[in-house]
T-cell receptor, first 112, second 112 residues
């Protein structure tokens, strides 16, 4: 158990809908990262927050957004969902930006 | 720019035989290197990391990796494979001041 929690574990929704994925980092970790893992694209970095501020952006679509709250938990919002958004979404956390990352168990999103 | 190449998408070994998973990297700076393992339907778990100390790094579950700067390689090895080692393995590079870059992964199968 990495100490990173993610909810929900599974999410099934329809095209065009909006969902929110939640992540709680390990105690003491200030950085939160979001990744998307799909069969065709592999593991893709989406976005990073550090102590509430956006620190780095990867291959995140405009339909997706994230934030990190004062208690350091983070949410990833996915809107206008498409079939291709079906994937595993992982959250990771680290103490500082460039330390090793600890991954949560992931949220499996299925868009029908 | 940084990049990671995992030379084999799939490696198959017999239980009790050695494991070799190959990783080559490209980085403009002195890199930090990591290996993560992902078991089916699980999050990623840190196996080991290299951060410019000893070039031979020991990790969990009997795995180790050797950093070879001249060959820009960070291959993962284990003397004797166990059935529980069957998983996906990711090599990761992080250059100075950079975010993580994941390789495409190598799927390890262990045959009885």
């Amino acid at each position: 158990d990495s100490g990173v929690t993610q909810t929900p574990k599974h999410l099934i929704t329809a095209t065009g809908q909006r969902v929110t994925l939640r992540c709680s980092p390990r105690s003491g970790d200030l950085s939160v990262y979001w990744y998307q893992q799909s069969l065709d694209q592999g593991l893709q970095f989406l976005i990073q927050y550090y102590n509430g501020e956006e620190r780095a952006k990867g291959n995140i679509l405009e339909r997706f957004s994230a934030q990190q709250f004062p208690d350091l938990h983070s949410e990833l919002n996915l809107s206008s969902l498409e079939l291709g958004d079906s994937a595993l979404y992982f959250c990771a956390s680290s103490v500082e930006t460039y330390n090793e990352q600890f991954f949560g168990p992931g949220t499996r999103l299925t868009v029908l | 720019a940084q990049s990671v190449t995992q030379l084999d998408s799939h490696v198959s070994v017999s239980e009790g035989t050695p494991v070799l998973l190959r990783c080559n990297y490209s980085s403009s700076y002195s890199p930090s290197l990591f290996w993560y393992v992902q078991h089916p339907n699980k999050g990623l778990q840190l196996l080991l990391k290299y951060t410019s100390a000893a070039t031979l790094v020991k990790g969990i579950n009997g795995f180790e990796a050797e950093f070879k700067k001249s060959e820009t390689s960070f291959h993962l090895t284990k003397p004797s494979a166990h059935m529980s080692d069957a998983a996906e393995y990711f090599c990761v590079v992080r250059g100075q001041g950079q975010n993580f870059v994941f390789g495409p992964g190598t799927r390890l199968s262990v045959l009885p």
